[in-house]
């Protein structure tokens, strides 16, 4: 197995239970890797302990087993290198948007002056088209701008890997897809590594390169990685008349709906924790061909047949 | 309250002094009657009680004009006796700062490391819950034997009487701050140090600010007893001073006094809290 730019190998985390009864497992035996450049989701009903992945990788919360190894060495602790998109935006309410990137620009290099920080932080702000928001209160920005501060503050520090925790869920739709957008745009002009939780399915499909599901907790595993098999350059306006989009999307909601259930407890069978099963839906490979619910199979019937015409990527 | 007529409330507040000083007038009119006694015991124990009046209460015409006294001298000095009112505020706010600042020298480190510290919480917290209720004034005899200066002693009791609320408020303060917002800091490798006067001394100050509002009115409550206690110089001992005069008008002068600066105090400290409050 060749070596990931971030490898996660046999992570879990127990709590401990009440007197007398045995530890609580939220997942264990976890393993994935992300290569440089790739995005990935992660899906998963509440309560799998895909925030306490993400934080483990942050270097925020420890894993009671496993190690993560990124670039070569393990983490031990929050670092720069790490940046985080905070699901509440964590914005420092007494600073303006432009403080609060300095903040981060001006620990990542101690070195700068006042001048340089203040440059190198507007360059990101306006990235995010808060350019001529630099002075104001986070308490004065909507909360689409204020996540939008979250991630220019992120995006500035110049992260060797992007981790995003639910960075939209308290975003109302339009300004959610305006946003997806945006990141859509940041990421792929900067080739950023990003780790992303989500609990949007067509959020997941549009970004992400690989998105992993995650079954119910306790004992929450990953139960598959879901290749998603369209060209890098799609977008949110025209993503959905590519028919590989709802064989995707079909997939993705019916582990949510149904199988996710199977892999509580015990270990589903023939199911290889360390090598989770790549699907691909609807392109060869895939063991899984799930029926279109009746309701979609007349809108999308004349598309259904035809084959996908894009060419997936190698991988695996 | 009535954005149409923003004058009605203070027409109204004048109505309600209006009322109370003409009461006021009223219930302290002296009959005048002759004079029954020997002139010289007449003016050794003053007009009133020499024309049989029955107390020595000044009404609002005798408080006016030693208010204009005070006012328009306050500053005079005619020995250990007899300071003009501005004197003896300045002393008393002069001990107020200087005890309320050397608590706010303690209190806010010290409930910096209580509030970071669950440890240290719990280790001080029985002392705090006990040493909290004492009420400043019975500290007053420890200090005075150990200090040997009574000054000093005040300055102490003012300390021990602000610290508490200072403390306590800097500690709920600094345990109070956002997790996201300290997490930040960690994701972003901020030093301990800018993280304590960057994010928590910021996010706690709102908090702080009010610690250190209540405790100013503690402390300006207080210091008129400790003052009375220890004599010498500032508004409490006026006030007791007067007392032993009996110069009624003169001790209303000054409860006047202690009431305005008090409001001055209080306002200075909510206007320094209303500078640090952020909006979320």
Redesign the interface.
Known sequence: MTQHFLQVEGLAKRFPGPKGKDDLTVFENIHFGIDKGEFVCIIGHSGCGKTTILNVL???DEASDGTVIMDGKEIY????D???V?Q?H?L???LTTLKNVE??VR??WPGWSAQQIEEHSTKYLEMVGLGSALHK???ELSGGMKQRVGIARAFA?QPKMLLLDEPFGALDALTRGTIQDELLGIVQATHQTVFMITHDVDEAILLADKIMLMSNGPYAKIAEIVEVTMPRDRTRSTIHHDPQYYRIRNHLVDFLVNRSKDFAGAAAAGHDARHPPVVRPGLEGSAEVVPMPAHLQSLSAKDADRPAPLVSKASA | MNAKRPWLAPLLSLVFFAVFVGLWHLGTKQTVGEVIVDPEYAALIGAAAATGGQSAMPGPVDVAVKLWEHISDPFYDRGTNDKGIGIQLGHSIARVLVGFGLAALVAIPLGFVIGMSPLVYKALDPFIQVLKPISPLAWMPLALYTIKDSGISAIFVIFICSLWPMLINTAFGVAAV?K??L??A?????SRL?TAF??IL??A?PTIMTGMRISVGIAWLVIVAAEMLVGGTGIGYFVWNEWNNLSIANIISAILFIGLIGMVLDNTLARLGRA?T???
């Open positions: 942050a270097g925020l602790g929050p670092s720069l790490r940046g985080v905070f509440g964590a420092l309410p007494w903040f981060g620990s990542r209160k986070p308490s520090i | 956002r996201d917002w997490n930040v960690r994701t972003l490798e901020v800018r960057q994010v910021p996010a100050a640090v952020y909006k979320e």
